[in-house]
């Protein structure tokens, strides 16, 4: 992974960010992948999960787990997905990640 420096007047609005996780893991994966945001209070929260065909009781495949942990360059996720919150700090670091680079700001949860 590479360091850059991502352009301040960058759009991270919620479903830019979405269309660009989803273009991105795509690239690096070779296969789609369910970027979601969502609804409600939670609507600036971002899930990327497996695609619903692929999911065994509506819970990801353990195969699946280690590829989006590899392309997101974590050392596991969720059989649930990864769960991104509602902040541009946020939004960045999993925008890097997607796109193979080392994340800019790695962001720790401000709650307990």
């Known amino acids: ?32 992948w369910s970027v979601t945001g969502g609804r409600g209070t939670a609507y600036g929260w971002i899930t990327i999960d497996t695609m619903p065909s692929r999911r065994t009781d509506d819970q ?11 392309v997101l360059g974590l050392d596991g996720v969720h059989r649930q997905g990864v769960r991104i919150p509602a902040s541009h700090d946020y939004y960045r670091e999993y925008i890097d990640r997607a796109e193979g680079r080392t994340p800019s700001v790695i962001v720790h949860p401000y709650w307990d």
């Open 60 to 70: 990801a495949r353990t195969e699946d787990q280690k590829e989006l942990a590899r």
């Open 1 to 32: 992974m590479t360091t850059t420096v991502l352009p301040s007047n960058e759009n991270l609005s919620r479903n830019a960010v979405i269309t660009r996780l989803k273009t991105a893991l795509r690239a690096r994966s070779g296969r789609a």
